[in-house]
């Protein structure tokens, strides 16, 4: 079974430092793009960053771009995202998810999605 | 504001037919598949139709997509209370090298 779990979640002050871990199982890692959105209290999906199966293509939305750092590690099956200079409004559940579908990214689909981590930025 | 504009809300009767719209552009469903996700309160988002119009094995054929030009649509028919929940479109968007969602809407089976 195709599994995505989330951990790292927690409180942090503003301007402080979280790294996100996702751990994959149920399929071949090293094979898949691999993906961070995020869901802010009552609101909707907001995309954050997406890693290639190699690390080869990076990208971030503009709103963490410069703060936020997606990596993974292929041996431990493992995608992370550090969150670095975190704001009020970076406060939401972050899901990781994979990415399946053609050749380029444009014909992909995020399946599965894991179960989500709470992120609490506040004083 | 989300780049993909979705009505926030939408409902109907069990057995009746409703339509969620997702309105984009030329960089995003202009060019790129859609994909709908379907999220019940408090779990994670699931694929619920993938490149414009497929279904994932273990979704019921009630479910449908469609697109046209800059627009797309989910429909569902013959609907049923166990519909009830939040529906999202997404797209890649070729301008800001990056995914968009539709800011969601909110199914309400009356």
């Known amino acids: 079974e195709v599994q995505l779990v989330e951990s790292g979640g927690g409180l942090v002050k503003p301007g402080g430092s979280l790294r996100l871990s996702c751990a994959a199982s149920?399929?071949?890692?090293?094979?898949?793009?691999m993906n961070w959105v995020r869901q802010a209290p009552g609101k909707g999906l907001e995309w954050v960053s997406s890693?290639?199966?190699?690390?080869?293509?990076?990208h971030y939305a503009d709103s963490v771009r410069g703060r936020f750092t997606i990596s993974r590690d292929n041996a431990k099956n493992s995608l992370y995202l550090q969150m670095n200079s975190l704001r009020a409004e970076d406060t939401a559940v972050y899901y990781c998810?994979?990415?399946?579908?053609?050749?380029?990214?444009?014909?992909?689909?995020?399946?599965?999605w894991g179960q989500g981590t709470l992120v609490t930025v506040s004083s | 504001q989300s780049v993909l504009t979705q009505p926030p809300s939408a409902s109907g009767t069990p057995g009746q037919r409703v339509t969620i719209s997702c309105s984009g552009s030329?960089?995003?469903?202009?060019?790129?598949?859609v994909n709908w996700y379907q999220q019940f309160p408090g779990t994670a988002p699931k694929l619920l139709i993938y490149?414009?119009?497929q279904r994932p094995s273990g979704v019921p054929d009630r479910f449908s997509g469609s697109k046209s030009g800059t627009s797309a649509s989910l429909a569902i028919s013959g609907l049923q209370s166990e519909d009830e929940a939040d529906y999202y479109c997404a797209a890649w968007d070729d301008s800001l090298n990056g995914w968009v969602f539709g800011g969601g809407t909110k199914l309400t089976v009356l």
């Open positions: 149920g399929f071949i890692f090293s094979t898949q793009s």
């Open positions: 490149s414009n119009n």
């Open positions: 890693i290639s199966s190699t690390s080869g293509y990076i």
């Open positions: 998810a994979r990415e399946k579908g053609g050749t380029t990214m444009p014909t992909h689909w995020f399946d599965p």
């Open positions: 030329s960089s995003n469903i202009g060019t790129n598949i």
